[in-house]
Each structure stands twice: as structure tokens, then as C-alpha cells.
Nanobody, 125 residues
């Protein structure tokens, strides 16, 4: 089970940190990812981190602004979002793959097997 939180309304240039708490599996064996879906658009990959936290992968549009991290002791993955833009407005979902030991880069290609409920991020101009 994945429980996302931390969304909200922020002005352009501001920051938010999303959290996703996981339960039910050995968290430290699984890569984790963040995806987002804007109104009228398909869900897209945003960022991923491998099971150790040693490797990360980002979509080009967020590189240098977003940072994904994880705390395996707390079974939680984070997405620090800085320099937010109106085009970052979306519902953000955390997700996990079905198989353990998936690479961070693979998370950008596969369809995750597990999804959190989503948290709304709105960036005003």
C-alpha cells in the first residue's frame, strides 16, 4: 500500500515536498517512482530511485529542479520540488514496480504494479 501526501497550492518559483509512505512489502527491495497527470493529459513519468537510493532518474523537464530520495528505515520516498512552474500542476502519484530490484531507469519505461492515491499540486503564475 502506498500513501502519498504533501501536495498543495504554491506560487511559481516556490517549493513543495511530497512524501509517500509504503507498507506491505519489503520496501528496501523495490525501486520507487513518482508520476503525474495534468488535466486532459496522459500520466507521465517524473522521477525514480532504485532500491538502495544510490541511483536516480528524471524526466528532462524536472532535472535540476526536483530531487527524489528515500529513507528505507521509514519506508518512505520523497520528491522535493523546487522552482515550481505552472506546467508542473498535476496530480502526483507515487508508484512501485511489481518486481524487486528494478533499476531507476526502468521505472521510466515500465508500468508500475502499485500506485498511491495521488496528491494534487497546483502552481499559480
Amino acid at each position: 500500500q502506498l500513501q502519498a501526501s504533501g501536495g498543495g497550492l504554491v506560487q511559481a518559483g516556490g517549493s513543495l515536498r511530497l512524501s509517500c509512505a509504503a507498507s506491505g512489502r519489503t520496501f528496501s527491495n523495490y525501486a520507487m517512482g513518482w508520476f503525474r497527470q495534468a488535466p486532459g493529459k496522459e500520466r507521465e513519468f517524473v522521477a525514480a530511485i532504485n532500491w538502495t537510493g544510490g541511483t536516480t532518474y528524471y524526466v528532462d523537464s524536472v532535472k535540476g529542479r526536483f530531487t527524489i530520495s528515500r529513507d528505507n528505515a521509514k519506508n518512505t520516498v520523497y520528491l522535493q520540488m523546487n522552482s515550481l512552474k505552472p506546467e508542473d500542476t498535476a496530480v502526483y502519484y507515487c508508484a512501485a514496480p511489481t518486481s524487486p530490484f528494478t533499476s531507476a531507469q526502468s521505472m521510466g519505461r515500465i508500468r508500475p504494479g502499485f500506485w498511491g492515491q495521488g496528491t494534487q499540486v497546483t502552481v499559480s503564475s
